[in-house]
């Protein structure tokens, strides 16, 4: 116990009621009422008296101890006893003693809130008894618990008779608080027997209410029955609707991807006729032997020039299909819409202004540039063809921003930089607004627009990792949204200038291996290297090229190469000659590659098809000058 207070030593009969006294006291001082008081030295008295009795005599030790956040009233009885041998039976209510000790264990364990005994044969016996102190009762610890002891101890009665009356007026206030329990308990039974009548008369109306439940029950389940049925015929009648509706909607998905497709198949061929009929046309000028010099200059130019709009039309094509080859670089936004600001007179006319508005701050993006700008063109020319020639434009930036909602794809937290173009025309219809980002889905005249302009500003900005955004209002304007991811800093990457870039310079009879699995494009370029100065040897596969090269290279200068094709890939075969033999140059072409599209920084020469043989002589000439050379198998033999 943390705080002893009190030892009486039982001795005598006399001595037991200086234990009852005490334990009372102590009782009444830390706030108990009549009834526990009266318990507790009940339950000490009986031990203490079979201590004296049964074991010869013992001591008693009282004190106050700490339990789960509250104090507890601790009373301990030791003897110097044989111990008790039936202990456990006591415990258990299956051993009766004549001399009444099972009794007044038992009954003391029911009184308290804390009974603990141990006894050894021989040894003598330790009984603990504990009860909480009652709510409300305060702590007492230290100086408090000391004084409260020692009132106790002198407050001893003298006279072992006077304590024994006060003991019996205190047993005679607790059988009279006894008895008027028990009236009260008599009141209670007579109560309860008038309820039980009640119930009785309850239960009786119950059945017959249960009586007419069930006969309820049985007249629901058969109508639930029935309209289950009925629900099970409806059921099968909708499961066969939606099977006739998703069959119907597969047929209409179908067709509607047809009419996709013809659409952009329509448009393409379209497009591409008019630019063969240049062409062809050209071409049957160009083959007239008394053709004035300065008229095949005119027809050649406009070949190169036809060629020019369909690789520019291809390309349209692969931006809004997200398969571009782009090449991203870091730079400042709204620099660079100054710069367009400034060059977009050209495009929209003198009756447009062109307004930028101040920056919130610098935003930096890794993009295409050429793309970024092409996109902010094909915003403005379809701004200046809904002010019809007249009115405002303004152009603005926001750095930081988070990417919205759009068009049903989720938002991100960013940061984007923000550009939005906003015109002062005619506005879009509301059922015209959700097809104009479709390749060749137009509202001009014939002539005036292929439709790609805004589908190439789709996919610009989805294959860059933003979106596009567009709010309208018919009569006020309508304004574009083109969000691109910020990054944190500029790129320390420099560019190099090609000094050779206006020269197509020749070969001197270098060996370059040729992969093509075209076999027209194989021949044609083949030719080209030919009449370039060089010495090609050409294979229709990647796994033919390595078996032709060898561990060493069998003296070949450079690898021209496609990148699809059956097998392995051209991408595939400059990797592995990379590993197998790291001075030969590399170099691929290609009109549409996924691979490419994902990979910018693949670190390989890459040529975009169409390509002109220009093209070819300066990225040879580069890539074989800057190499060593490989030295021919047959001269070493030599």
Known sequence: MKWPLLTSSVEHEDDIIVVRQRVRGLAERLGFGIQNQTRIATAVSEIARNAYGYAGGGKVEYGVDEENGGQVLVI??????????????????????????????????????????????????????????????????????????????????????????????????????????????????????????????????????????????????????????????????????????????????????????????????????????????????????????????????????????????????????????????????????RGVAEMLDTVTGARIRVRVEALDRPALVRADLNQFETALVNIAVNARDAMDGSGTLTMRVAAGQALPTIRGHAGSRGPFAAVSLTDTGSGIRPEVLGRIFEPFFTTKDVGRGTGLGLSQVFGFAKQSGGDVDVTSEIGKGTTFTLYLPEVSSLATEAVVSDPDADLSPAGLGQRVLLVEDNLEVGSFCSQILEDLGYAPDWVVNAEEALERLGADGSGFRAVFSDVVMPGMGGIELAKALRLRIPALPVVLASGYSHVLAREDSHGFELLHKPYSAAQVGRVLHRIIGASLPIADPEDQGR
């Open 76 to 337: 301990r009885i030791l003897d110097r006893g044989p111990g008790i041998p039936h202990l456990d039976e006591i415990l258990e209510g299956r051993y009766r003693s004549t001399t009444g000790l099972g009794i007044g264990i038992t009954g003391s364990r029911r009184l308290m809130d804390r009974f603990e005994i141990e006894s050894e044969v021989g040894r003598g016996t330790l009984v603990t008894f504990g009860m909480r102190l009652p709510y409300g009762s305060g702590s007492f610890s230290g100086r408090t618990l000391t004084t409260m002891a020692e009132d106790v101890a002198r407050s001893r009665a003298e006279e072992p008779a006077i304590a024994l009356r006060e003991q019996n007026r205190e047993l005679l206030r607790s059988l009279a608080e006894l008895a008027e329990r028990e009236d009260e308990a008599q009141r209670l039974n007579r109560e309860l027997a008038e309820t039980n009548r009640g119930v009785v008369a309850l239960h009786a109306e119950l059945e017959a209410q249960a009586a007419l439940l069930r006969e309820a029950g049985a007249l629901l389940e058969s109508q639930v029955a029935a309209r289950t049925a009925e629900l099970a015929q409806a059921n099968a009648r909708l499961q066969a609707e939606a099977v006739e509706r998703e069959r119907m909607e597969q047929d209409l998905r179908q067709s509607q991807k047809l009419e996709a497709v013809g659409q952009l198949t329509g448009g393409v061929a379209h497009d591409f006729n008019n630019l063969l009929t240049i062409i062809r046309s050209s071409v049957d000028f160009l083959r007239r032997p008394d053709l004035p010099e300065d008229r095949r200059k005119r027809y050649m130019d406009a070949v190169s020039d036809t060629v020019d709009r369909a690789a520019k039309l291809t390309g349209q094509l692969l931006a809004f299909a997200r398969r571009q080859s782009l090449k991203p670089e870091v730079f400042e936004v709204g620099e660079r819409l």
